[in-house]
């Protein structure tokens, strides 16, 4: 009887733990390796030897942004993600495979929303963020 009891007890105790990780930011590592990807992105993007893979990776950004926003993470003075798009198929449409390039004015718009959402997932909980990217994952697999 003892036995069941303890069990129950560290199953217990290990959700609890499991469940405040899920209440702190993501851990630094992880936020850094994130955040380099998209910063080179845009690099690729800035200096006109950007992928079609760079264009979906911060149009990807700027949806999770939107929705970290939605859930109050973030504040109002990123752009509409129309405004994203709209950029991203200019973008597109001027260049080709492995040199799509942004202008400055372009640049400049990314450049402010990456690192709005650097700030995000400083602070955004990890439950938050893996319920948003489940959600851009199912998103990506209908389209």
Known sequence: ????WAQRL???RARSRAGKTEL???PKPIRDALSLEYHLQLEALRVGAGS??????LLR?????AMLRERGYGNE???AFDEYERIASDA???GHEGSYVFDMPAFRTFAALVTHHDAQLETAPVRV???IAQRLERQGAAS
Do not use: E, F, N, W
């Open 10 to 12: 560290d199953q217990s």
């Open 1 to 4: 009887m003892m036995k069941g």
């Open 77 to 79: 003075h990123t752009q």
């Open 52 to 57: 079609l893979t760079a264009l979906r990776i």
């Open 24 to 26: 702190l930011p993501l």
């Open 92 to 94: 597109y449409a001027l």
């Open 61 to 65: 950004v700027a949806m999770a942004a």
């Open 129 to 131: 963020i893996d319920m």
